[in-house]
């Protein structure tokens, strides 16, 4: 009978270096893999500013085009001069419009600071390049100037964006109401709120709806795909690396409200 030789110091300490780098490998990749899907879903979100975007140019350039064909035929200055004066506010509206998607793609280092809630809300908003009354939507915002997070400003925005997207998604096209609130708690955190007025989530998908590739969007097609469910996945990646939490609570058919904590500082 062979007898094994046990393992010497030196090859047990060779073993376990090896070890200790294929997990540090791992982990490198991993956090690079997860930074690609963050990226992607920046991109996803892109993709619906500018889908959003090329509608809203349109209503922007068409009295721009109307103004300037009158003045033309009709050799009128001063009409000339209204039509100059307008393609310049629509034509830096648009610019304002563009810029705020492009920051939407762009992939910075994190920098965490204080943060006006009220004004990554307002971003956020912006970024939807759309007045949503248009889409008998009312949007309000309830939420102090003064009131402060310790976050990534961007991050903050687009997370507060994929959830307006959801938000605007869920009234499917019916008329409607959303709501972006904040408040401090007891705790020295502060919640923010995102309620909407939509359809709501069935109660036996609520507790799956953070987890990765769950989607209820799989028969509504937005801007022509299906959701692939990463939305709230990275919202929720992107809250806990915040030392935050995400929630949501439904009413099939009354809405759905997502509250978001983070430590507050102000």
């Known amino acids: 009978m062979i007898k094994s030789t046990p393992p010497t110091q030196a090859s ?34 892109l993709g619906t500013a500018a889908a959003m975007l090329a509608h809203e140019s349109n209503n922007l350039m068409t009295p721009v085009g109307g103004y300037a064909k009158y003045a033309l035929e009709h050799d009128d200055v001063e009409m000339m001069k209204k039509a100059l004066g307008m393609t310049l506010r629509q034509t830096a509206t648009l610019s304002a419009m563009a810029n705020r998607i492009l920051g939407l793609a762009i992939d910075e280092a994190q920098s965490f600071e ?24 009312a949007l309000t915002l309830e939420i102090d100037a003064d009131l402060k997070v310790w976050a990534e400003p961007k991050q903050l925005v687009q997370v507060l964006f994929n959830l307006l997207i959801n938000a605007r998604q869920a009234t499917g096209g019916r008329s409607g109401r959303i709501t972006i609130s904040a408040r401090e708690t007891d705790d020295d955190r502060v919640a923010i709120e995102v309620r909407d007025t939509g359809c709501g989530i069935p109660p036996d998908q609520l507790d799956a709806v953070f987890e990765p590739f769950f989607t209820t969007k799989k028969d509504a097609r937005a801007n022509g795909r299906p959701g692939v469910g990463l939305g709230l996945a990275i ?14 609570a439904s009413e099939l058919g009354k809405g759905a409200t997502f509250t978001i904590t983070l430590p507050s500082s102000g």
């Open 114 to 137: 204080s943060v006006a809630v009220r004004e990554c809300a307002e971003e956020a908003v912006a970024c939807l390049c759309r007045d949503l009354t248009k889409d008998g939507i």
């Open 235 to 248: 919202c929720r990646d992107i809250i806990e690396e915040h030392r935050g939490r995400i929630t949501v």
């Open 12 to 45: 047990q300490a060779s073993h376990d270096f090896d070890l200790r780098a294929q997990v540090e490998n791992l982990e490198r990749r991993f956090v690079a893999l997860r930074d690609q899907v963050r990226q992607s879903q920046r991109l996803a979100s």
